[in-house]
C-alpha cells in the first residue's frame, strides 16, 4: 500500500504554493517543531512526541501521514491510523501553523486521505476522529466532511487543565450494511441513541430494564486487590497470547496497545490497560476474569485513582444490556453512542462509551456545537443522579 500519489498543490495568496505531501523521515524534527510552535510542551500524543514512534509511524503501512510543505518549511501536519483487519480508521494530530489558517488546508488533507480509504481503495468502513473543544472549527471541520456528532470525552485529558473533547464519526455504505441492527439497550441509554437519529436514519432500539444487586447503591461493591506490573513489552507479548474471555468479548477499543496489568493475587483475572501519566487518561483494552463486571470496574477504578488517573473509559457493545447496567452501577456515565464501531466476522456492531472521571468536572473553557451540548446534558443528567441524587433516595 502506497501514498505516494497523495500529492497536490495550494496556492496561498501573498505566500505563494504550499505543497501536501506524505511525510518523510527526514521531516521528524520539523514536524515537532510545529506541534510545540501550535501547542507548546503539553502536547501529549507518543506518536508525535516520541521521534523513533513517529519514525516508525511514517514508514508503516498502518498509517497515513500527510505534511504541508511551504519552501522546506512544515506547516501542516494531519495523521491516520489504519487497522484494516477490522476495516477502521482514525484521524488525529490534525494542526496548521497560525500564519496558514484560514486556507482550508486541514480541510483538503482530511479529504484526501478519507476519499482514498473509504472510496478509491476501500480499505475501511468506518472513519472516526477526536476533537478538541477549545474552539469550533474542529467541529466544523469534521461536519464539513461528513462526519456525524456521536459523543462527548468529557474531561477526558488532563494537561495544564481538564479537557474535554468531542467524538465524531464518518460511515460508509458498508458501514451501515454490514451493522447489526436493533440495538439493545437500558433506559438510560435510549436519549444518547436519539441524538444518534437527529442525524441518520437508524432502527428503533429495543429497550430492557434491566437490574442488578448493586443497582440501587444500597450494596457496597466489593473491592479486590491488584498486583500491578507495568513492564510494557512483556505486557505486549503476554496480551497477543491471552484471548479476551467472558464479558471481555463484548468490550471494544481500537488504536491502543496495553501498557499496564493489573493482576489479582489468585491469578484468576488479568486487567489490561492503557494508561498515560502525563495526561491522566486510560482505557481498558481486555482480559479475562471470573468477578462480576461491577466489582472489576469499581476494582480497577480505585487501583487506577491511586495511580493518579483522572479519566477512566471502557466501550461495552449495545447488545449486553446486563453490562450496560453494571457499568453504570460501577459509576461509569455513558456520553456517546458508536455507531457500527465495533468488527467481528463480517458484522459491524454499535458501542456505547462509558466513563468515569476523578476530577471535578470543568466545562468553563469548553465550546460546543448543539448537538454536542445535548450529549453533555445527558451526560450530566445521569452524573448528577449516580453521584448526587443517590444520596436523597
Not at 14 to 32: F, N, S, T
Not at 149 to 176: D, M, Q, R, S, W
Not at 302 to 315: C, G, H, Q, S, V
Amino acid at each position: 500500500m502506497s501514498i505516494r500519489y497523495l500529492t497536490t498543490k495550494i496556492n496561498i495568496p501573498k505566500k505563494g504554493d504550499v505543497i501536501i505531501r506524505p511525510a518523510r523521515l527526514i521531516d521528524a524534527r520539523r514536524i515537532q517543531v510545529l506541534y510545540t510552535e501550535v501547542y507548546g510542551s503539553s502536547y501529549s500524543i507518543p506518536i508525535i512526541t516520541d521521534k523513533e514512534k513517529m519514525k516508525s509511524a511514517i514508514e508503516s503501512d498502518d498509517y497515513y501521514w500527510l505534511v504541508g510543505d511551504y519552501n522546506s518549511r512544515i506547516i501542516a501536519s494531519l495523521v491516520y491510523s489504519l487497522d484494516l483487519k477490522n476495516r477502521i480508521s482514525k484521524a488525529f494530530g490534525a494542526v496548521v501553523s497560525e500564519e496558514f489558517r484560514k486556507n482550508d488546508i486541514a480541510y483538503i488533507m482530511m479529504k484526501l486521505i478519507l476519499d482514498d480509504i473509504t472510496q478509491n481503495q476501500n480499505l475501511v468502513d468506518v472513519v472516526y476522529a477526536t476533537t478538541r473543544t477549545t474552539s469550533y472549527a474542529p467541529q466544523k471541520l469534521t461536519e464539513s466532511l461528513g462526519f456525524i456528532k456521536l459523543g462527548i470525552f468529557p474531561n477526558t485529558h488532563k494537561v495544564k487543565e481538564n479537557e474535554t473533547h468531542c467524538f465524531t464519526v464518518y460511515l460508509t455504505e458498508n458501514a451501515l450494511k454490514r451493522r447489526r441492527k436493533e440495538p439493545i439497550i437500558i433506559p438510560e441509554i435510549l436519549p444518547f441513541y436519539e441524538i444518534v437519529l437527529k442525524q441518520i436514519k437508524l432502527e428503533k432500539p429495543k429497550i430492557k430494564n434491566v437490574k442488578r444487586q448493586y443497582s440501587d447503591h444500597t450494596v457496597k461493591i466489593p473491592i479486590v486487590d491488584f498486583e500491578i506490573i507495568t513492564a510494557p513489552f512483556f505486557i505486549k507479548r503476554r496480551f497477543s497470547k491471552v484471548n479476551n474471555k467472558g464479558w471481555f468479548k463484548n468490550i471494544f477499543m481500537p488504536f491502543h496497545e496495553p501498557n499496564i496489568l493489573l493482576v489479582t493475587p489468585d491469578g484468576k483475572t488479568e486487567i489490561y490497560l492503557t494508561y498515560n501519566p502525563k495526561d491522566k487518561y486510560s482505557v481498558f483494552i481486555g482480559g479475562f476474569t471470573n468477578l462480576d463486571p461491577s466489582v472489576v470496574l469499581e476494582s480497577v477504578s480505585k487501583k487506577m485513582r491511586d495511580l493518579d488517573m483522572a479519566y477512566l473509559e471502557i466501550l461495552f457493545d449495545a447488545y449486553t444490556p446486563e453490562l450496560q447496567r453494571a457499568a453504570i452501577d460501577a459509576r461509569f456515565i455513558p456520553s456517546g453512542y458508536f455507531v457500527a464501531g465495533k468488527y467481528d466476522n463480517g458484522t459491524r456492531y454499535d458501542c456505547i462509551i462509558f466513563s468515569r472521571t476523578f476530577d471535578v468536572l470543568d466545562f468553563r473553557n469548553v465550546k460546543l456545537s448543539s448537538i454536542y451540548k445535548e450529549f453533555l446534558k445527558e451526560y450530566l443528567k445521569l452524573w448528577r443522579e449516580n453521584y448526587v441524587e443517590v444520596v436523597f433516595r
